[in-house]
């Protein structure tokens, strides 16, 4: 009977032990964005550099093929939130980039995030790249629009409507922070029902090759 309490007592402390273990290892972000981080980490950046910075959006683009110039480079991670970013800004600004293209936020409107919060994760970067790196032109970019009609992604395109509630705050914290901010969103969307443009995307919130090419229109002004 002792034997018996014993053993149990013991296969317990095990099952706790083992919860211990799995919880202290558990992640913060998912493995890709620990990937893309941690090459990121290895890739130097320099004083020439433009750097295209955000979640999967930015990440599907082939930036300095886009633009013909090896200095315009992709820190995008798919998945990405405002906290992700603001996290592996150290490696980026310790190179003093010359511009950085910032775009990030619908992932976080996925995850219920209110467009306040969302903005002061946003200016939380800015302050830190402008502290660290303070001649880094930064570019300020709209949250694109999302859309429904494919009926995937949902937990991004049900709240498109939080999408105008954060490009509203962040024309205003460009002007408190002097940088420049880019409308994209105007481009993108359906004037008539407010969604992005279908020949822009076929899933509502990732773009096809002609979007990244209006993109690519819409700030190479900037990039030059």
Avoid at 61 to 89: M, Q, T
Avoid at 211 to 221: A, S, T
Wanted: charged share 25%; aromatic share 10%; glycine share 6%.
């Amino acid at each position: 009977m002792i034997f018996t309490a014993m053993k149990k007592l013991f296969l317990f402390t095990l099952l706790i032990l083992s919860f211990v273990s799995v919880s202290a290892q558990k992640r913060k972000y998912s493995t890709f964005y620990e990937q893309r981080a941690s090459l990121f980490e290895l890739l130097p950046t320099t004083s020439k550099d433009i750097i295209f910075l955000g979640n999967s959006i930015t990440n599907g683009c082939e930036w300095a093929e886009l633009f013909n110039n090896p200095h315009v480079k992709n820190r995008g991670i798919s998945g990405d939130i405002c906290e992700g970013v603001y996290d592996r800004l150290d490696p980026i600004v310790k190179g003093k980039p010359a511009k950085l293209f910032l775009l990030i936020g619908i992932n976080d409107v996925s995850r219920g995030t209110s467009a306040d919060t969302i903005a002061l994760g946003i200016k939380r970067i800015i302050e830190k790249v402008q502290s660290a790196s303070p001649r880094t032109k930064i570019y300020l970019q709209s949250v694109l629009p999302v859309s429904n009609e494919y009926n995937m992604f949902s937990t991004h395109t049900s709240r498109g409507n939080v999408v105008l509630e954060i490009n509203s705050r962040l024309v205003k914290l460009a002007k408190e922070k002097k940088i420049t901010y880019i409308d994209l969103y105007s481009h993108f969307v359906n004037k008539e029902t407010g969604k992005l443009r279908s020949d822009l995307s076929n899933d509502g919130l990732h773009m096809l090759g002609k979007g990244y090419m209006l993109w690519r229109d819409l700030v190479k002004q900037y990039v030059k």
